[in-house]
């Protein structure tokens, strides 16, 4: 996926586990396995604005950009 | 409700039907006798009262009154909690029609300038019942209708399921009531125009068995979609977006598919064999017939396949987005 998602780091790093982030921001841990596993499709303005509150951090810290088109990527692969 | 109850009510429905038409000998006297029930019963039994001396002509004056002022009564009453609406106008028609249709119905001497017929109370008696049960059956469809669009899904789908119960006693008349009074017109109509018994006779009554079973396959087609369509019912409610729906949604449209194809194949047979045992047949009848009902219903089943369908693809896409 072009967007990488670095959730796990930063959840490392604030020292909060995914169980306590689901809690607060009130998603399934379901959800939350599907976003930092990279699957989601998409995330809401919502979900990451809690996200960012409740961690303290960017949205850059758990989005990236990698350079590339989303296509390309899956023709390369 | 479960198949096996389902089957039996049905059962019992058509058992009283072919009762009906035993007893009656035709549907226009079981009809006769229906319609004006129970206002010709009430007005018997007020008649009865009333002549029995002057305490029972006060009790039958009491009676008579309450009964026709019920309808405003009960408009009075959802008046008082605020609850009456456009429809409960008919309340005032009915009670005013159930004072006037009582009274002619207990002193029917007075329906003779109500009608140009020969037999004037029997007129007067299904006129009046049948004009009564139109302003009943009016005003609780007006109801059904103003709760239909005020619910949610979940007691629509229930609604849905009620409207095809009824349904199903619909086409059960349809077969055991107008089908074999059809049949029983049809053959008394053969008897009398022929009286001596032949070959051509009894080929001919084989084709008029033939022609009913052809008349009561739509109806029995028809209860078969209404019972797939019940169980689709079911899986929308358990869970609108599931695999299950789309899959009966697939089944429904099948069956809807195989039953237009059946019937014409059915139209098809009969006028040809009709055709080729012309020469045997006293009374013969041949039907063109567009199955443009059946023919919709495929199409808004199959387009409703598609649309669930995509509302689950769109869903799945939708539980992608965190």
Partial sequence: MAIQIYLEDVLKEKKMTSKDLCALINITEANLSILRSGKAKGVRFGTINKICYYLNCEIGDILKFDGNLEEEENESN | ?322
Avoid: W
């Fill in chain 2, 1 to 322: 409700m479960k198949p096996k109850t389902l089957f039996l009510i049905l059962s019992v429905e058509a058992t009283l039907c072919v009762f009906a038409l035993i007893i009656y000998g035709t549907l226009q006297q079981a009809y006769t006798a229906i319609i004006a029930f129970p206002f010709t019963q009430i007005a018997t039994g007020l008649r009865a009262l009333s002549l029995s001396g002057s305490i029972g002509n006060i009790i039958a004056l009491l009676i008579y009154v309450s009964v026709s002022l019920l309808p405003a009564i009960y408009l009075c009453f959802r008046m008082a909690r605020n609850n009456h609406k456009q429809e409960d106008l008919l309340l005032v028609l009915l009670s005013i029609l159930l004072f006037v249709a009582l009274y002619l119905m207990i002193n029917p001497a007075y329906m003779n300038d109500m009608f140009a017929t020969s037999d004037v109370v029997l007129m007067g008696k299904i006129s009046l019942g049948a004009t009564l049960y139109a302003i009943i059956i009016g005003y609780i469809v007006f109801r059904c209708l103003r709760k239909f669009v005020v619910s949610e899904i979940t007691n629509l789908l229930d609604y849905l399921k009620m409207l095809l119960m009824l349904m199903y006693f619909i086409l059960i008349y349809k077969i055991f009531g107008e089908g074999i009074n059809g049949l029983i017109s049809n053959i008394n109509t053969l008897k009398a125009g022929n009286t001596e018994m032949s070959s051509m006779m009894t080929t001919t009554y084989f084709f008029l068995a033939i022609r009913f079973a052809l008349y009561t396959l739509q109806p029995a087609l028809t209860i078969a979609i209404i019972f797939f369509v019940n169980q689709l019912i079911d899986v929308l409610k358990n869970d609108r977006y599931s695999d299950d729906v789309i899959c009966k949604a697939n089944q429904l449209s099948g069956l809807c598919k195989k039953s237009v194809v059946l019937m014409i194949l059915s139209y098809i047979l009969i006028n040809v064999s009709q055709l080729l045992m012309g020469k045997y047949l006293l009374d013969s009848h041949y039907t063109t017939e567009i199955p443009l009902f059946s023919m919709l219903l495929v199409l808004v089943v199959l387009l409703l396949s598609k649309y669930f369908a995509e509302g689950k693809a769109l869903k799945n896409d939708n539980d992608m987005f965190i």
